[in-house]
């Protein structure tokens, strides 16, 4: 999907793009700002960081240098892998953007800063975080429920983080108000590879929002 109507430009770079075999040119991971109560969720962020590096996949993220977010982007820069931020002008003015990244973007806005994520990775990862974590996930999820891109999306559940929500999910189609083909784009791990596995594996169904289920 293109937006052709984003413009953004490029804060600085410093590495060239490198020469990648994987599936999954890039992977876009929504985290926290926050690095959370427990140190577990660091480490989870440094070991997602390193195995997208391992299996060639460049990361796209919200830019940050702090929080998960930060861990993350660093532990990816560290092994040698690419990283593109993408950030509202907002943000950058308050300096929260990790100016050590191959690639900033800065963009005009919230939403263009989605749209553009969406545009550039070939899959979303939610590791934990807060209300801009869930509305960036559920925002790709009603987007592929919509048909507007057919990219996975995973969860990496460390300590036990999204346990509530997936049973949110399932109490909502167990009320008929979501569809089991629409819940099951939802690829569930706690670990980060397992995870990063299975978005190189899964091939989410072309589901149409208002096709008949014969379960309803």
């Given amino acids: 999907m293109q937006y052709p109507f984003l413009e953004h430009r490029v804060v600085r770079r410093f590495r ?9 040119k890039y992977i876009c991971v929504y985290c926290g700002s926050s690095p959370g109560k427990n140190s577990v969720y660091i480490e989870a962020a440094q070991s997602l960081g390193k195995s997208l590096v391992e299996n060639n996949i460049g990361l ?3 830019g940050a240098s702090v ?3 930060g861990a993350l982007a660093n532990t990816v820069l560290d092994y040698g892998g690419e990283v593109i931020g993408i950030m509202p002008q ?4 308050k300096e929260v953007s990790h100016m050590g990244l191959t690639e900033l973007k800065v963009v005009t806005s919230m939403h263009e800063r989605k749209a553009l994520m969406c545009d550039l990775a070939d899959g979303f990862i939610a590791l934990p975080g807060g209300f801009g974590t869930l509305d960036e ?9 919509l048909g507007y891109h057919h990219k996975p999306i995973g969860l990496l559940n460390v300590n036990h983080y999204f346990d509530y929500l997936n049973s949110f999910i399932k109490h909502a189609v167990e009320e008929h108000f979501i569809k089991p083909i629409h819940r ?3 690829l569930v791990s706690v670990d980060a590879n397992q995870l990063t596995e299975q978005l190189l594996k899964h091939r989410p169904p072309k589901a149409d929002k208002w096709m008949k289920n014969e379960s309803d």
């Avoid at 907002?90 to 003015?93: E, N, R």
């Avoid at 996930?137 to 429920?145: A, G, R, V, Y």
């Fill in 60 to 62: 796209i993220y919200g």
């Fill in 90 to 93: 907002s943000l950058v003015d």
């Fill in 16 to 24: 060239g793009v490198s020469e990648n075999q994987s599936p999954m």
């Fill in 137 to 145: 996930l559920f925002e790709m999820l009603t987007w592929s429920q």
């Fill in 184 to 186: 099951d784009m939802i």
């Fill in 67 to 69: 929080g998960t977010m």
